[in-house]
Nanobody
Framework: QVQVEESGGGLVQTGGSLRLSCTFS????????MGWFRQKADSGDDRERV???????????FYPDSVKGRFIISRDNAKNTLYLQMDNLKPEDTAMYYC??????????????????WGQGTQVTVSS
């Protein structure tokens, strides 16, 4: 069973940076497209997609307008690890961040895969 574990969150000031990591186990990481999601405190169970990267070389990436130009997703298949470099952070980026396998990564979209074994997430808090 695929398992993921997120880390790297913390408290930063507006304009600061963080690098999130997601370790993947229980499956073949290289063949999985991956995504980062976030859940804000006032959003109920809704998780917003913040970036996706295609399988294998990660040639295709997706970013919504809310993070485009500030976040960069990457992967290291040798380490079974997914990353999210977050720069120029804003208070509205405050959320719990999760990673999960995704499907159908295009430059303008990516789709949830039906993955249900979510990790505990990592909290990102941006102070104003």
């Amino acid at each position: 069973q695929v398992q993921v574990e997120e880390s790297g969150g913390g408290l930063v000031q507006t304009g600061g940076s963080l690098r999130l990591s997601c370790t993947f186990s229980g499956g073949n990481f290289e063949t999985n497209s991956m995504g980062w999601f976030r859940q804000k405190a006032d959003s109920g169970d809704d998780r917003e997609r913040v970036s996706c990267i295609s399988a294998w070389t990660g040639r295709t990436t997706f970013y919504p307008d809310s993070v485009k130009g500030r976040f960069i997703i990457s992967r290291d298949n040798a380490k079974n690890t997914l990353y999210l470099q977050m720069d120029n952070l804003k208070p509205e980026d405050t959320a719990m961040y999760y990673c999960a396998p995704v499907v159908g990564v295009r430059t303008d979209s990516c789709l949830r895969s039906g993955f249900t074994n979510w990790g505990q997430g990592t909290q990102v808090t941006v102070s104003s």
